[in-house]
């Protein structure tokens, strides 16, 4: 195979190439199959991975963050912030220098699952992180269902404070109109909605700090407490539940199928993607988690947003402020949870479309709004089922990002490049691994005590 090069102006194939490369992509896509070459295609630059990752990660998620403070505290709170986004963006990068190895070897991966599949083994692939993968984005799908149904019902109760209308039909709505999103065929086909989505979740995060510092400054604003609480079993798991929520919040789980959206060749465009997304993340991060803590101490809601209406169910704020950052919110949602449904559309696709046929034929179009409004319905169903947002944010961080995003990026490069045993950066990548590790298993068990105590309180279908 003859190389590929590029000109350093345009960034064009050089015209003796193109013949080349376009007969090897199109062996390589007879090799494809329906998912990866209808849900996944390979035409983006890296200013639209900059808007997928942007998306992907700074999300509404983000505005529980005041609540993972409350059991943290100041000073926990903000170098948990700082280390995970350290963290991230060094294992985000990571795995894209582990993808980009195998593409520059002719075996460009486009899922998580086929780059465990070469690195770990078949076994690791199938039965470990395929499955986490799957619901770890599913799951995020979920949440961000419950957390529309949330915000929806947050607009109506200002415009209608008698109104009867309970959450989990709010929950539907939001889910109908995913009904049409999830039709959108491809990641690709995204990009433009997900620059949109990354200049909302600006407006959201600047108008939630700005609300959260005018309440602060309120006589109506509650009094500020700071303290943590003084059971000890209480505070423990109470810790490694809020790590959770902040793993989740910089969780991501799609960097190969966001990398698989980038044209080749893609040596160097995830970084810049990064560093577009890790700008906006801590311009985000920063100002909701500590304008909300500052505000409402440890009486910080798991969705910064409740806080901006007292017990009596009057607003703190004016009620058309509210009622803005809670759309601007409803149509970030939206974006990420379209974005967070490609991994199982590509799942579908590959399940139930026929790569041989047109995208657009009857034969691949009828199976596909079939099964993709399957899985939205069924999304819809159990957020509206289980209706605490907080604890399915934790739980998702435990089981799902944690692991992905934390353990194995280190441990996928490890295995790829085999830095020497004695080299400080084998070392470093080791101690993160055995780190989170351990941080996953008892933020799962803290997750999960949480789920408990709270099922005691709500029913399914609850109205909260």
């Given at each position: 195979?003859?190389?590929?090069?590029i000109?350093?102006?345009?960034?064009?194939?050089?015209?003796?190439?193109?013949?080349?490369?376009?007969?090897?992509?199109?062996?390589?896509?007879?090799?494809?199959?329906?998912?990866?070459?209808?849900?996944?295609?390979?035409?983006?630059?890296?200013?639209?991975?900059?808007?997928?990752?942007?998306t992907?990660?700074?999300?509404?998620?983000?505005?529980?963050?005041?609540?993972?403070?409350?059991?943290?505290?100041?000073?926990a709170?903000?170098?948990?912030?700082?280390?995970?986004?350290?963290?991230?963006?060094?294992?985000?990068?990571?795995?894209?220098?582990?993808?980009?190895?195998?593409?520059?070897?002719?075996?460009?991966?486009?899922?998580?699952?086929?780059?465990?599949?070469?690195?770990?083994?078949?076994?690791?692939?199938?039965?470990?992180?395929?499955?986490?993968?799957?619901?770890?984005?599913?799951?995020?799908?979920?949440?961000?269902?419950?957390?529309?149904?949330?915000?929806?019902?947050?607009?109506?109760?200002?415009w209608?404070?008698?109104?009867?209308?309970?959450?989990?039909?709010?929950?539907?709505?939001?889910?109908?109109?995913?009904?049409?999103?999830?039709?959108?065929?491809?990641?690709?086909?995204?990009?433009?909605?997900?620059?949109?989505?990354?200049?909302?979740?600006?407006?959201?995060?600047?108008?939630?700090?700005?609300?959260?510092?005018?309440?602060?400054?309120?006589?109506?604003?509650?009094?500020?407490?700071?303290?943590l609480?003084?059971?000890?079993?209480?505070?423990?798991?109470?810790?490694?539940n809020?790590?959770?929520?902040?793993?989740?919040?910089?969780?991501?789980g799609?960097i190969?199928?966001?990398q698989?959206?980038?044209?080749?060749?893609?040596?160097?465009?995830?970084?810049k993607?990064?560093?577009?997304?890790?700008?906006?993340?801590?311009?985000?991060?920063?100002?909701?988690?500590?304008?909300?803590?500052?505000?409402?101490?440890?009486?910080?809601s798991?969705?910064?947003?409740?806080?901006?209406?007292?017990?009596?169910?009057?607003?703190?704020?004016?009620?058309?402020f509210?009622?803005?950052?809670?759309?601007?919110?409803?149509?970030?949602?939206?974006?990420?949870?379209?974005?967070?449904?490609?991994?199982?559309?590509?799942?579908?696709?590959?399940?139930?479309?026929?790569?041989?046929?047109?995208?657009?034929?009857?034969?691949?179009?009828?199976?596909?709004?079939?099964?993709?409004?399957?899985?939205?319905?069924?999304?819809?169903?159990?957020?509206?089922m289980?209706?605490?947002?907080?604890?399915?944010?934790?739980?998702?961080?435990?089981?799902?990002?944690?692991?992905?995003?934390?353990?194995?990026?280190?441990?996928?490069?490890?295995?790829?490049?085999?830095?020497?045993?004695?080299?400080?950066?084998?070392?470093?990548?080791?101690?993160?691994?055995?780190?989170?590790?351990?941080?996953?298993?008892?933020?799962?068990?803290?997750?999960?005590?949480?789920?408990?105590?709270?099922?005691?309180?709500?029913?399914?279908?609850?109205?909260?």
């Amino acid at each position: 195979m003859s190389t590929i090069r590029i000109d350093s102006d345009t960034g064009a194939l050089q015209e003796e190439t193109i013949k080349t490369f376009s007969t090897t992509t199109d062996h390589h896509k007879q090799h494809l199959d329906a998912g990866a070459l209808f849900v996944l295609k390979s035409k983006g630059s890296w200013w639209h991975s900059g808007y997928h990752l942007t998306t992907s990660i700074v999300a509404p998620s983000l505005l529980s963050l005041p609540y993972a403070f409350a059991s943290l505290g100041w000073t926990a709170g903000v170098l948990s912030l700082v280390i995970g986004a350290i963290v991230t963006f060094y294992s985000y990068n990571l795995i894209s220098l582990v993808l980009e190895h195998h593409a520059e070897l002719g075996h460009r991966h486009l899922r998580f699952r086929d780059m465990a599949y070469d690195v770990l083994g078949p076994r690791w692939s199938r039965y470990y992180v395929g499955p986490i993968q799957f619901t770890a984005c599913y799951g995020t799908v979920v949440g961000f269902h419950l957390l529309g149904g949330q915000c929806l019902k947050a607009i109506y109760v200002l415009w209608n404070s008698d109104g009867t209308m309970k959450l989990y039909e709010f929950v539907v709505i939001f889910g109908v109109f995913m009904l049409i999103l999830a039709q959108i065929p491809s990641f690709h086909s995204l990009r433009y909605m997900n620059l949109i989505s990354l200049v909302l979740c600006l407006l959201y995060s600047a108008s939630a700090a700005a609300a959260s510092i005018y309440i602060g400054n309120s006589s109506k604003g509650p009094h500020k407490n700071y303290s943590l609480s003084n059971n000890d079993e209480t505070r423990i798991f109470g810790i490694f539940n809020a790590m959770a929520i902040i793993s989740t919040t910089f969780g991501n789980g799609i960097i190969p199928e966001i990398q698989a959206t980038l044209a080749p060749p893609t040596k160097g465009k995830m970084f810049k993607g990064l560093c577009i997304c890790y700008t906006v993340i801590i311009v985000t991060f920063l100002s909701v988690s500590v304008s909300g803590y500052w505000a409402f101490g440890n009486k910080a809601s798991a969705l910064v947003l409740s806080n901006f209406i007292d017990h009596d169910g009057n607003p703190l704020v004016p009620r058309w402020f509210i009622m803005m950052i809670n759309i601007f919110t409803i149509l970030q949602l939206s974006a990420v949870s379209a974005v967070y449904l490609q991994p199982t559309n590509e799942v579908l696709e590959r399940a139930f479309a026929d790569p041989t046929r047109s995208e657009f034929s009857a034969r691949n179009v009828i199976p596909r709004a079939i099964s993709r409004s399957i899985s939205v319905i069924l999304a819809t169903t159990i957020a509206a089922m289980l209706p605490f947002f907080g604890d399915i944010n934790a739980m998702i961080g435990a089981f799902g990002f944690l692991p992905l995003d934390f353990v194995l990026p280190v441990v996928l490069y490890n295995l790829t490049f085999k830095p020497s045993k004695q080299s400080p950066l084998f070392w470093l990548n080791s101690s993160i691994a055995v780190i989170f590790s351990a941080v996953g298993v008892i933020a799962a068990v803290a997750a999960l005590r949480q789920i408990s105590l709270d099922a005691k309180t709500y029913k399914l279908f609850a109205n909260v």
